[in-house]
């Protein structure tokens, strides 16, 4: 059963920069596709990007595209999301999760493990 704690998260001006980490225990990520979803106050759950598992295949939502970039150590089973340029609408919870079989995917569904999530909060 694989685990996933994010970590990073925190309190940022806008135009800032922030890295979330996301380890994983309890079992290896190294052939699961791992993404980042968040969720803003009041508002549904939307995805953020996606990695496969050899770090090859990557899809961001439209929002972050060239502002934010995925990417994992298997060797240390752990995933990154570099997070730039923030802006206050990327204030949100930021959630890391893991999808053992198929291929990238934007539905929040698709994914069997979540973590706990991160708060990030960019201030204008």
């Known amino acids: 059963q694989v685990q996933l704690v994010e970590s990073g998260g925190g309190l940022v001006q806008a135009g800032g920069s922030l890295m979330l980490s996301c380890a994983a225990s309890g079992g290896t990520i190294s052939l699961y596709a791992m993404g980042w979803f968040r969720q803003a106050p009041g508002k549904e759950r939307e995805f953020v990007a996606v990695i496969g598992w050899s770090g090859a295949g990557t899809d961001y939502a439209d929002s972050v595209k060239g502002r934010f970039t995925i990417s994992r150590d298997n060797a240390k089973n752990t995933v990154y999301l570099q997070m730039n340029s923030l802006k206050p609408e990327d204030t949100a919870v930021y959630y890391c999760?893991?999808?053992?079989?198929?291929?990238?995917?934007?539905?929040?569904?698709?994914?069997?493990?979540w973590g706990q999530g991160t708060q990030v909060t960019v201030s204008s």
């Open positions: 999760t893991a999808k053992r079989f198929g291929g990238l995917s934007r539905v929040g569904t698709m994914y069997g493990y």
